[in-house]
């Protein structure tokens, strides 16, 4: 007990138990497989937020909309998953962000505005995002009996 009359042995304990787990759902299969099923959520928001901006459909833009793998993020160590335009949507950036239209002799003609959906998508789901993590916590505690 210390002198001011509380027992901080406990609490070191539940420090230690939570870095353990921490650890555990770091290099273990629940945090990929959760952040998998967010990508996943989030592919198919921005697939809707796609299809409901573009309306000229030509091309493969809603067939190259993928979900990543999970993977660490170098900079501070965190996991993460992108939804990205892959093959064969290659030129998704050009939709997404604008582009300028230029004939075949390379004379300019203006600039095309950008649809933003990957903003948008993204935008309209983190909050239920933060939501669904603190789910995910709360579950993970629960389930090692915290």
């Known amino acids: ?3 001011d009359g509380f027992d901080f042995s406990e609490l070191s304990e539940l420090e230690e138990d939570l870095l353990n787990l921490a650890g555990e759902v770091e290099n273990g299969k629940q ?3 959760f952040l998998r099923n967010k990508g996943n959520k ?3 928001r921005t697939l809707k937020v796609a299809k409901a901006k573009v309306k000229k459909k ?3 833009l809603f067939k190259g909309i993928k979900r990543g793998k999970p993977y660490k993020y170098y900079v501070d160590g965190s996991w993460a998953v992108r939804v990205y335009a892959g093959s064969p949507a290659n ?3 050009l939709l997404n962000d604008g582009h300028r ?3 075949k002799n ?3 003609h203006g600039f095309k505005e950008g649809y933003h959906f990957f903003e948008e998508a993204a935008e309209k789901y983190e909050e239920e995002y933060y939501d669904d993590v603190q789910d995910f916590i709360d579950e993970l505690l629960d389930e090692h009996g915290f």
């Open 42 to 44: 989030l592919k198919r």
């Open 101 to 103: 239209i230029v004939d």
């Open 31 to 33: 945090a990929k497989r």
């Open 1 to 3: 007990m210390a002198k």
């Open 91 to 93: 030129h998704a950036h």
């Open 106 to 108: 390379g004379n300019e």
């Open 58 to 60: 030509s091309g493969n």
